[in-house]
């Protein structure tokens, strides 16, 4: 795994950028342990992770569109979609249910990929589109309101169980990064994939499927997007057609906090999953610091400080930049 | 490539059958859509109808107004709807008191009116700022708002509902003048002040030239900074002005709904409208008619029968339909 | 015989590219592609190489016929392409850039190691020892190029197209690219050389093939083929070199100094430069790519900050800091990349035209129509800007009817200094004598013209003076008495150390 690690080992801007994720997660991990009792109590960190474990898959699957210059806002819309069909189909089997949700998504993701090399749209226009159209899809399936799920079937063990004491969504979440990064750092697809973020037309020039890949990005993007609608109906027991509002923006936030940069073509997994976990870790210290009783920050606090967040990642980001180009 | 250089014959741009539909299509659709509810949907001629849809639509016009100018210099803005949010928070807040006492109530609602849209205007100031100052993408820099503006709204209001009956401050989406509804009224003087700025004005083609091609406005003598931060703070103004109506509409101002998926609908009305979402093209008429045309799609499914959800499905398909013809009109 | 291709057309939408083309390249063949821009070059390549589908011909390679739908396919076969710039993925690594889709694997994923001692292995082959994970995008246009040739060989590439190769590259980058061309055809490769610098030509390829109007018109030897015999190929007329333009005779020294340069430096591609420009005259500027002649324009204009030295106008110090400062003092760039510094392609002639006489044209931030469209119909017909009408996208333009749209931006705004850069850069010869007619009589008329440009004949036709730059640094200025081919020459390449003062 020493690569893992390599793989943060400054070369440019963009990489000084994931190291202060790095470095920020970790501060702010340390923050926490030191301010709060229960911080790194187990039932904390399972939590966290359990419920973190979505926005990272789908983070995983924006970082790899991003990095080939491209953007997927489907990804909240389809989570809701995937949540509803697997509640929906969850009463036959825990299986139906897991490759229903995962299958709904893979279908609009394979979507999004055709639309975009085929009918030559810009991504943020094609995807912004099946974020409509899977919305739409998630209501009239689910008849405007949540759906319960099956719980004869285990289909819930997904969501809520654990595995050698760890939540399974984390384990999912977890074996995704590490094919993820296996798939960047080690297969050649993988490097097409950051190639063609590079340049499309060189891309092309150069021999590399453009079109294939591309769309085997936003499939998978789909596809993660649709793994983690099925934690979210089997976490929360239920498949929930408004749910996933804003998550593609979460997700978008993630990336780019792990250092990736939108203009395509660097970017790290591991950056990513930092990223991710910080902006969730927000959340979670927020929520202490209210335990604590020395101040009340109403939850709607979130969003203001991971908007400060993300301005001050993109500030710092774009003086780094600025000056390495200068 | 160019066959010959010089001897370029003055070229009679006859439109191909596709530019035609790129140019005129959202016009047919609009005629189309008109034509079908006529004959099918019940009482579609009727007073009421065309203010149910005039005044539904009136707040997604003035918002796409706005972003029609944000991407004509190749930008976007996705704070829309939570500048709304922040607007519409703040408007009640100012003349039930709950800010400081304002006794006197004309003042009270005047400043009601005022303030909401000046803030906005200055966090639209903030996304331009950090475009122009920090080079920052424009999708990135209006997500900070996006994501931290309807925070800033629930904070205020700390997520309650305001509920309110102000007939004044209400007149913005209540009234009528000269019998039309009063935010259709604002809703027309806005799109004819941009279609003027945009058409008549040293400013308006210094929008349009930035977004065809900024490196060589800035070398032009263009302000490119000062234009850019421009459309931004106008986008917040209009976004703040469209939060007001929505809350005025509803008699009550809900931080978790104002505005919700309005960048959306600005955006999709623009995409329909036929303006470029590259850049260097503002076309508000078209946006105005995109509008309208996204609005009827809805009301004629709803009117016969059709979910709601399903016309989110048939919109999506309009987008991609719309932008669809207008690239392979402006490529051929 | 390695590639032969016979009959070739091909036609856009009606218009015929190229008609019954032919081109034929025999083993470890170095040939020569010239033509004007549109005399259908590319488009051949681009049917070659399966990037466009021929309309009809046939194409022999290595001895069978063939037609390759993608320029993967062809590049399977054995022809590479290295194109100006569009080349390597910028951020990826020099040995990933080399070996993209085609990595060694093991057991399905990259082997790195193979990667990387193979990248070493074969630049070594042409004397470049380099970080192979550095990115590309580190290195000089001269290193990335050797890359690309590096990628094209480990392809086992028999036939190797080169689009401009020396269009970025110092004198010395040539030399090493030339080495490299030579090394190739050693090794059995075959090379197409699409160029301009006639020398160059010259220097490296066995045999020429003249394209125009999308016909073959000439294959010859090199050496066969005398310098005005080839160029009378490409244009198809006898070649009216630029007749000198007639001065008027004043003496250039009792003319006010407009404009002046002392010491001015801006990072690291503008040294030490000293220009001045004079009310009337046009002052050339010249020096090979690299040596900061766009640079300084960008200085004087207030595209860049001037960091060292001082500028001067009409005799007051200056540091523009934006455009809009020097356009105010009334001076005008005309830069040298139409496409990406000047046109709006979307907007109207009349638009563009008036860009930057807008803010004078307003009334209360209106813009006066019919003062723009006096003032635009009045460009439009002394310039001679053939166009449909003033409402026609400047981008249904010529090169050259747009680059009087450009001129006419800044002349409507009746500037005291103009800066052209590379004024007939892509614009063909009938066009080019009318814009150097056209900045000679403005000059006459008292315009200050400052003229950067690589073509010494337009040099030595028009400019009153010349200012050498070599480095970043002025190195000579020549005054009209001097200038001449050889002189020119010898101070761009910097052989005239001592002289320079007395020449300046």
Redesign the interface.
């Known amino acids: 795994m020493s690569a893992f690690f390599k793989s943060f080992a400054p070369k440019s801007s963009g990489d000084l950028a994931r190291i202060g994720v790095l470095i920020a997660l970790a501060a702010l991990i340390l923050f926490g342990a030191l301010r709060y009792d229960n911080f790194l109590s187990p039932f904390n960190i399972l939590s966290f992770l359990r419920y973190n474990s979505m926005f990272a898959l789908i983070a995983l699957g924006m970082a790899l569109v991003i990095m080939t210059g491209g953007i997927d806002l489907s990804v909240g819309a389809v989570a809701a979609l995937a949540s509803v069909v697997s509640a929906l189909l969850s009463p036959i089997s825990w299986y139906a249910g897991l490759a229903g949700g995962i299958g709904a998504g893979l279908m609009v993701g394979l979507l999004n990929g055709l639309v975009i090399t085929r009918l030559r749209i810009q991504p943020f226009i094609a995807t912004l589109a099946a974020m409509l159209a899977a919305n739409g899809t998630a209501l009239l399936l689910a008849n405007n309101q949540s759906v319960s799920v099956s719980y004869d079937t285990g289909f819930t063990v997904i969501g809520q169980d654990d595995f050698l004491g760890f939540p399974i969504p984390a384990w999912i979440a977890l074996a995704a990064y590490i094919l993820g990064w296996l798939f960047l750092e080690r297969s050649p697809s993988g490097r097409h994939v950051l190639a063609i973020g590079d340049g499309e037309q060189t891309a092309a020039l150069m021999g590399l499927k453009v079109e294939r890949t591309l769309l085997g990005v936003y499939a998978v993007s789909g596809l993660l997007a649709g793994l983690a609608g099925v934690i979210l109906a089997a976490q929360f027991g239920a498949g929930q057609p408004t749910e996933g509002v804003g998550w593609e923006l979460f997700a978008i936030a993630s990336v780019v906090v792990g250092g990736t940069l939108l203009t395509g073509g660097s970017g790290s997994v591991g950056a990513t999953l930092a990223g991710a976990l910080l902006l969730g870790m927000v959340f979670n210290v927020l929520n202490f610091e209210n335990g604590l009783g020395w101040i009340s920050l109403s939850a709607y606090w979130q969003s203001v400080i991971r908007g400060l967040f993300l301005l001050v990642v993109v500030v710092l980001q774009a003086r780094l930049t600025s000056k390495s180009t200068a | 490539m160019t066959m010959t250089d010089t001897s370029l014959k003055p070229t009679a741009t006859t439109a191909s059958p596709l530019q035609l539909v790129s140019r005129y299509g959202v016009f047919v659709a609009f005629l189309a859509l008109l034509v079908f509810n006529i004959a099918v949907t019940p009482n579609f001629l009727s007073w009421q109808t065309l203010n149910v849809n005039l005044t539904q639509v009136a707040t997604i016009v003035i918002v796409a107004t706005g972003m029609t100018l944000v991407i004509a210099t190749g930008g976007i803005d996705l704070s829309v709807g939570s500048l709304m949010a922040i607007s519409g928070a703040l408007a009640p807040m100012i003349f039930m008191g709950k800010l400081l006492p304002i006794d006197n109530m004309a003042l009270a609602v005047t400043l009601a009116f005022i303030i909401p849209v000046l803030v906005a205007a200055a966090c639209g100031w903030f996304n331009g700022f950090l475009v122009t100052h920090f080079r920052i993408q424009p999708i990135v820099a209006t997500l900070v708002f996006f994501i931290a503006g309807r925070g800033i709204a629930q904070v205020m209001t700390n997520g309650n509902l305001q509920v309110f009956k102000n007939p004044p401050f209400q007149f913005i989406a209540m009234g009528h003048i000269a019998g039309i509804p009063a935010q259709v009224v604002l809703m027309v003087v806005i799109a004819i002040l941009a279609y003027c700025l945009i058409r008549f004005t040293v400013l308006g083609r210094q929008i349009i030239a930035v977004g065809g091609n900024e490196k060589a406005a800035r070398l032009t003598g263009i302000p490119v900074r000062r234009v850019k931060t421009f459309v931004y703070v106008i986008s917040g103004a209009l976004a703040g002005i469209a939060g007001l109506i929505v809350v005025a509409r509803n008699s009550a101002s809900d931080a978790n709904l104002v505005g919700m998926g309005m960048e959306l609908d600005a955006i999709a009305a623009v995409a329909v409208g036929g303006s470029l979402l590259t850049g260097g093209r503002a076309n508000i008429f078209g946006t105005l008619m995109g509008a309208l045309v996204i609005q009827l799609v809805r009301y004629t499914l709803l009117a016969n029968g059709v979910p709601d959800a399903a016309a989110l499905v048939v919109k999506a398909g309009l987008i991609v339909v719309a932008v669809f013809i207008q690239q392979r009109a402006d490529r051929s | 015989m390695l590639l032969s291709m016979q009959g070739i057309s091909k036609s856009?939408a009606g218009?015929?590219?190229l008609q019954s083309a032919s081109l034929e390249i025999g083993e470890s063949e170095i040939m020569a592609l010239v033509g004007?821009?549109?005399a259908?070059k590319?488009?051949l390549i681009k049917i070659l190489t399966g990037a466009y589908q021929r309309d009809e011909g046939t194409i022999r390679f290595q001895g069978k016929d063939v037609s390759f739908s993608s320029?993967?396919e062809s590049?399977?076969a054995g022809i590479a392409?290295i194109?100006q710039e569009?080349?390597?993925?910028?951020?990826?690594s020099v040995a990933?850039?080399i070996y993209?889709?085609?990595?060694p694997?093991r057991f399905?994923?990259?082997d790195r190691k193979a990667m990387r001692e193979g990248a070493a292995k074969v630049l070594k082959v042409f004397n470049l020892d380099i970080d192979v994970d550095?990115?590309v995008a580190r290195f000089n246009a001269a290193t990335r190029q050797m890359v690309s040739i590096a990628?094209a060989v480990t392809q086992n590439a028999r036939l190797l197209i080169m689009d401009e190769p020396t269009s970025s590259l110092d004198e010395r980058e040539v030399e090493i690219l030339f080495r490299t061309i030579r090394t190739l055809k050693q090794n059995g490769v075959a090379v197409v050389f699409i160029g301009h610098r006639l020398d160059e030509l010259y220097a490296i390829c066995d045999r020429v093939t003249i394209m125009r109007?999308?016909h073959t018109v000439a294959v010859s030897a090199m050496n066969d083929m005398p310098k005005m015999e080839l160029v009378r190929h490409m244009l198809g007329r006898e070649l009216a070199a630029f007749q000198a333009l007639a001065r008027d005779a004043g003496s250039d020294d009792a003319r006010p100094v407009r404009l002046e340069l002392k010491n001015a430096g801006s990072g690291l591609r503008v040294r030490d430069v000293d220009l001045s420009i004079r009310q009337g005259e046009i002052s050339g500027l010249a020096g090979l790519l690299g040596s900061g002649r766009t640079e300084t324009a960008r200085i004087i204009?207030g595209?860049d900050r001037l960091e060292r030295g001082s500028l001067h106008f009409n005799g007051s110090e200056r540091n523009y800091a934006?455009?809009?400062a020097?356009?105010?003092d009334g001076i005008g760039?005309v830069?040298e990349d139409r496409k990406?510094?000047?046109?709006?392609?979307?907007?109207s002639i009349r638009?563009n035209m008036t860009?930057?006489l807008?803010?004078k044209?307003?009334k209360a931030?209106?813009?006066d129509?019919a003062r723009q469209d006096e003032i635009v119909s009045r460009f439009i017909r002394s310039l001679g800007v053939?166009?449909?009408?003033p409402d026609?996208p400047i981008k249904?333009?010529?090169?050259?009817?747009q680059q009087k749209v450009l001129l006419a931006?800044w002349l409507c705004t009746d500037p005291s200094v103009l800066i052209v850069d590379e004024p007939t850069r892509g614009?063909?010869i009938?066009?080019k004598s009318e814009i150097l007619k056209l900045l000679r009589s403005l000059a006459d008329e008292g315009l200050s013209v400052l003229m950067i440009s690589s073509e010494l004949e337009e040099l030595l036709a028009a400019a009153d003076r010349v200012t050498v730059l070599s480095d970043g640094m002025s190195v000579a200025v020549l005054p009209r008495q001097q200038l001449s081919e050889q002189n020119l020459l010898a101070a761009m390449a910097h052989q005239i150390d001592g002289a320079s003062g007395e020449l300046a």
């Open positions: 856009f218009i015929a590219a004007q821009n549109g259908g590319s488009t320029p993967a590049q399977a392409t194109y569009i080349n390597l993925a910028p951020q990826r990933e850039n993209l889709s085609r990595e694997r399905g994923l990259l550095l990115p990628r109007d999308g204009f595209v934006e455009p809009a020097a356009i105010a760039l830069s990406v510094d000047g046109i709006i392609p979307d907007m638009e860009l930057a807008l803010p044209l307003k931030g209106i813009v129509r053939k166009c449909a009408s026609q249904e333009l010529s090169g050259g009817n931006r614009i063909d009938g066009a």
